[in-house]
Antibody, heavy 118, light 110 residues
Framework: QVQLQESGPGLVKPSETLSLTCTVSGGSVSSGTYYWSWIRQSPEKGLDWIGYIYYSGSTNYNPSLKSRVTISVDTSKNQFSLKLSSVTAADTAVYYC??????????WGQGTMVTVSS | QSALTQPASVSGSPGQSITISCTGTTSDVGGYNYVSWYQQHPGKAPKLLIYAVSNRPSGVSNRFSGSKSGNTASLTISGLQAEDEADYYCSSYTSISTLVFGGGTNLTVL
């Protein structure tokens, strides 16, 4: 069974770049079975899809974040990553990584809280 | 892309059935049979309940069912239990190959 674990800094300064990694265990990012997504949830708010990547490197992003987001995959480390540039307080959220199959998010990481503050 | 529309809250008594709606457009919910539903308890990651409109993953109770009519999808929970009290979110594939969530619905079991 695939398991996901997010990692990265819990505190990022305004205008800097948020960087998170999702480590995949029990499966391979290269398998082609899944797309690999990032999703966030601001405090007391709903879910917001950030984007996904396929093992081939093909990506698609939320149009509202597209200019600031890069998702990449590292097959040698069995990981995929998120970079969000020029962050503001509005980017403070719990960030989740998830597998995406049949346009549904079937396996989720536990989530990691990222606060944007000086 | 705009968030899908869900009621902010619903409530029901134990044993009853409730339905949560999720309204989109022909560019998302109405255009594709790729609507999914998630349950989220406080402090926990969401859990997939329904995918592709009406399919349940292995291990999900058959008390949860999904359907769609036009631009509106629905999640029905039958035989309501105290443990069903949670937030529920819908999601849909869109015409620009993205995914979009609904705003979420808080379910209270009275």
């Amino acid at each position: 069974q695939v398991q996901l674990q997010e990692s990265g800094p819990g505190l990022v300064k305004p205008s800097e770049t948020l960087s998170l990694t999702c480590t995949v265990s029990g499966g391979s990012v290269s398998s082609g079975t899944y797309y690999w997504s990032w999703i966030r949830q601001s405090p007391e708010k709903g879910l917001d899809w950030i984007g996904y990547i396929y093992y081939s490197g093909s990506t698609n992003y939320n149009p509202s974040l597209k200019s600031r987001v890069t998702i990449s995959v590292d097959t040698s480390k069995n990981q995929f990553s998120l970079k969000l540039s020029s962050v503001t307080a509005a980017d403070t959220a719990v960030y989740y990584c998830a597998t995406t199959n049949t346009a549904a998010f079937d396996i989720w990481g536990q989530g990691t809280m990222v606060t944007v503050s000086s | 892309q705009s968030a899908l529309t869900q009621p902010a809250s619903v409530s029901g008594s134990p044993g009853q059935s409730i339905t949560i709606s999720c309204t989109g457009t022909t560019s998302d919910v109405g255009g594709y049979n790729y609507v999914s539903w998630y349950q989220q308890h406080p402090g926990k990651a969401p859990k997939l309940l329904i995918y592709a409109v009406s399919n349940r993953p292995s291990g999900v109770s058959n008390r949860f069912s999904g359907s769609k009519s036009g631009n509106t999808a629905s999640l029905t929970i039958s035989g309501l239990q105290a443990e069903d009290e949670a937030d529920y979110y819908c999601s849909s594939y869109t015409s620009i190959s993205t995914l979009v969530f609904g705003g979420g619905t808080n379910l209270t079991v009275l």
